[in-house]
């Protein structure tokens, strides 16, 4: 079945530093989303990506969805405290359910 | 817009009780509803797909008989867990997709469930 490779698993950075995540599969996927999560909550969404190459911006986080269709990245400028959670990444194709990478733990210095 | 919400946060029951969570779309007609588990640390896990009047899809692995779902309209989407046991205890996600925004799925805030 369809499996998503995120990566880093976590990440303990200091504050004011960029972060970056991404996410591959061995299939592709015509929609990335990205969501954080913090603790005790359901999943908020970030950014949706619905083509291929596409680079879309949210305030202080970018992602982009691979040429490829296999891959995406998400990037965090100037990291906050508020920014710990755990992101996932996740991939759909034409409709269909759902595909979450494992997540992504970041923390961070203040 | 695309709120999602669940009720109850949080539910304790004992062992062989069943246990209802629900969940509704504030502001948006949900043509489709998920339900998902998740266990401390680890990644959002399926359990069923709902559409509106239509019976649920069971991911494998998943007893139909002991969560039974429930979409009796474009805004609810009820799961019952029957005669819940400990090892049903786990934090149950709900989602929701807009017929409109077709590939954007929202999520609950979910719902804490401890079986004693």
């Known amino acids: 079945g369809q499996q998503l490779n995120q990566s880093p698993q976590s990440m303990f950075i200091q504050e004011g530093e960029d972060v970056s995540m991404n996410c591959t599969s061995s299939?592709?996927?015509?929609?990335w989303l990205w969501y954080k999560q913090d603790p005790g909550e359901g999943p908020v969404l970030l950014i949706a990506?619905?083509?291929?190459?596409e680079l879309t911006s949210n305030g202080r986080l970018t992602a982009q969805f691979g040429i490829t269709r296999k891959d995406s990245f998400l990037n965090i400028s100037a990291s906050i405290p508020s920014d710990v959670g755990i992101y996932f990444c996740?991939?759909?194709?034409?409709?269909?359910?759902?595909?979450f990478g494992a997540g992504t733990i970041l923390r961070v210095k203040s | 817009g695309a709120v999602v919400s669940q009720h109850p946060s949080w539910v304790i029951c004992k062992s062989g009780t069943s246990v209802k969570i629900e969940c509704r779309s504030l502001?948006?007609?949900?043509?489709?509803m998920f339900w998902y588990r998740q266990f401390p640390k680890q990644s959002l896990m399926l359990m069923a797909t709902?559409?509106?009047?239509?019976?649920?899809?069971?991911e494998q692995g998943v007893e139909k008989d002991k969560f039974l779902i429930n979409h009796a309209s474009l805004t609810l989407s009820t799961l019952t867990v029957t005669s819940a046991h400990p090892e049903d205890s786990s934090f149950y996600i709900c989602?929701?997709?807009?017929?409109?925004?077709?590939?954007?799925?929202?999520f609950g805030p979910g719902t804490r469930l401890t079986v004693t």
């Open positions: 989602s929701a997709r807009s017929g409109s925004k077709f590939y954007e799925q929202y």
């Open positions: 299939s592709i996927f015509n929609t």
């Open positions: 990506l619905y083509k291929a190459g």
């Open positions: 996740a991939g759909q194709l034409f409709g269909n359910k759902l595909v």
């Open positions: 502001d948006f007609q949900a043509t489709t």
């Open positions: 709902s559409n509106e009047g239509s019976k649920a899809t069971y």
